[in-house]
């Protein structure tokens, strides 16, 4: 055997362990409990086929009947027949019922482990860090959760259900065969070796090209989801005809590996009939030339000492049985193999390297709003020499607003996202309220802090229950006050439902603007002692802007720490802070009024945007 084909096998059986870990100690105990099922099921099944040529030896041989073809008087024992009949009609009746409680066993066993593997992807993917999706694609992501874990799940019914009862099978088969005759066994055995091998080569085949259309169907969640959420930018920049051939060349791909797996799995089945049908009839043939010459079939049954027409039908009969399991064992096997790419798919998500948990976390409740950066510095690819952020200082004290300006790409972003722990940053030190940002948890922070991005998500439930996920405490009517302050009240008051009126598609029936004041107004909901404002208003006419600024100046931001980026320099003039950043470094800070009298980066940034 070659090291790769070991190699495989290893982890093959690995993958087996693995899945069989997520198994609960009851489910484990059903599993064993199965094992003995199958090999009854295998015993029942073999002992009603060699019932049946026992059954024809002993009741409808030679003896029974005179020189005219009639039956002997008192040669044929009704009550004998019957109870050998009784016996092969139970073999027949355990099997399907032992059958039927194997498959209900494992079927309830195979997808309640994958129901456990969903819940604990899903929430591995709840908890990792937002540098995580940096790298995935949410269409693959999805096609594991789905697809994978489902092909995982069937993979287990077989493997439990199919591979023990078709070993057993086999093995009691051989077993039957050679008690019936060890001198035809001794020949079938190897000539079905020799003619199933090439079968082995065809499932392998097919397998590999099944592997490959799995992760072609990966690419194509992720494009068609990728494609329908961004369809208005596809069409804006008429890249129809674009779209449509990539699409195609996916779908092309799926073609080819399919079609040559099927292939590949067409000639299988095939191949199994012509090679079962050509033992059969190597087998008659030995049968004859057995019977001509004397030769002995080296039974350990009485009734079976030469090759009459009881051995041949019970014979045919197990080998039937012995080729048919084979060849769904290889079915199984091809099947199980499909199943294990979806199981290594599934486990790297399982087995995510989750985020580090903070030792001796410090638990801040009341804070004051006090915010520090010294010497911060972060960058999004840990193998490049760039950084996004270089050497950051700059401190807010309680109750002052700050606001961060400079060109796209300067760092901006970049410095909401290390005071918000989206990202841990790689040099330097944040503080809150004096306590460092690396002892404070991500559940601990969200409490402390309200946070409205550039792209405003809406869950799809109503608006009431979307402005109320800041807190579970908060009153209709303060909703109402709120959103009258942040001027959402005056556009959800003209829907036909209100405040009830159920956002669809992620909050896609509403205009950016629309889901922005919302998410406003779901932020200041929160009543948090520190506010950031990424861009936040950068979607709304300006008039409504002036109404949402002279809202927060006046009264939304007293008392509270906040961090502003702006796109406009006129909404930020009042900010007791201005940092200027460009190239992941703050060049320039201080007030409208010293940074103007400086005529450096904000000096010309303002100038410009002002002509």
């Not at 295998?42 to 039956?71: C, E, H, P, R, W």
């Not at 482990?113 to 540098?131: C, T, V």
């Not at 079976?304 to 049985?321: E, H, Q």
Request: proline content about 2%; hydrophobic content about 45%; charged content about 20%.
């Amino acid at each position: 055997m070659s090291k790769k084909q070991n190699d495989k096998r290893t982890s093959s059986w690995k993958l087996f362990t693995k899945v069989y870990s997520f198994l609960d100690k009851k489910d484990k105990k059903l599993v064993i409990i199965v094992s003995i099922i199958s090999f009854l099921n295998a015993l029942f099944y073999v002992s009603g086929t060699t019932l049946t040529g026992v059954i024809i030896s002993l009741f409808f041989n030679q003896k029974m009947f005179d020189t005219s073809g009639k039956v002997i008087p008192g040669s044929f024992d009704v009550k004998k027949f019957i109870i050998w009949n009784t016996f092969l009609a139970l073999c027949f009746i355990f099997y399907a019922t032992v059958r039927l409680i194997q498959s209900r066993i494992l079927i309830s066993v195979a997808y309640k482990a994958a129901s456990k593997m969903r819940k604990i992807a899903m929430e591995k993917l709840i908890d990792m860090p937002i540098s995580f999706y940096d790298k995935e694609k949410s269409g693959d992501l999805i096609s594991v959760l789905v697809n994978d874990i489902n092909n995982l799940a069937n993979s287990l019914v077989q493997m439990f259900n199919e591979t023990l009862s078709n070993i057993f099978n086999v093995l009691v088969s051989t077993m039957a065969m050679t008690f019936v005759s060890l001198t035809l066994t001794s020949i079938v055995v190897p000539l079905s070796i020799l003619f199933f091998s090439l079968a082995y080569i065809m499932i392998n085949k097919a397998q590999k090209a099944y592997v490959k259309v799995q992760q072609n169907f990966g690419d194509l969640n992720a494009y068609v989801e990728e494609m329908l959420t961004n369809s208005k930018i596809t069409k804006t920049f008429d890249q129809q005809e674009s779209a449509k051939k990539s699409f195609e060349k996916i779908t092309n791909d799926i073609y080819k590996n399919a079609f040559k797996g099927d292939v590949y799995i067409k000639l299988f089945d095939p191949w199994f009939i012509v090679s079962t049908n050509l033992l059969v009839l190597l087998l008659s043939l030995f049968a004859i030339l057995f019977n001509i010459n004397g030769v002995p079939t080296l039974s350990v049954f009485s009734f079976f000492k030469r090759p009459d027409a009881g051995l041949m039908i019970a014979y045919t009969s197990l080998l039937w049985n012995y080729t048919g399991t084979l060849q769904v064992f290889f079915n199984v096997i091809f099947s199980i193999q499909i199943g294990l790419s979806s199981t290594k798919r599934v486990f790297r998500l399982l087995e995510l390297d989750m985020p580090t948990s903070v030792k001796n976390p410090i638990e801040l409740s009341d804070i004051k709003g006090h915010i520090e950066f010294r010497n911060v510095s972060f960058k999004y690819d840990k193998d490049s020499s760039k950084y996004q952020l270089k050497n950051a200082t700059f401190e807010a004290l309680p109750g002052q607003t700050i606001a961060i300006v400079g060109p796209t790409g300067a760092g901006k972003t970049t410095i909401i996202n290390l005071l918000s722990k989206f990202y841990e940053y790689d040099e330097g030190v944040i503080k809150i309220d004096g306590v460092d940002l690396a002892k404070i948890t991500k559940k601990n922070l969200r409490n402390l802090m309200s946070v409205v991005l550039q792209d405003s998500f809406m869950f799809n439930e109503s608006i009431m229950s979307n402005l109320k996920v800041a807190s579970d405490k908060i009153t209709n009517q303060e909703v109402y006050e709120m959103a009258s302050l942040t001027s959402a009240h005056n556009f959800i008051q003209k829907l036909e439902k209100g405040y009830d009126t159920v956002i669809e598609n992620s909050g896609q029936c509403l205009s950016q603007g629309e889901r922005q004041l919302l998410s406003i107004t779901r932020a200041l909901l929160g009543k948090k002692k520190v506010l950031i404002l990424d861009e936040a208003t950068s979607n709304v006419d300006s008039n409504t802007e002036q109404i949402i600024q002279r809202a927060l100046q006046e009264e939304l931001m007293k008392d509270r720490t906040s961090i502003v980026i702006a796109h406009r320099l006129s909404t930020i003039k009042n900010a007791d802070k201005i940092l200027v950043v460009d190239d992941g470094q703050i060049i320039e800070q201080g007030n409208h009024e010293s940074l103007m009298r400086l005529k450096g980066y904000y000096f010309n940034l303002y100038e410009n945007q002002f002509k």
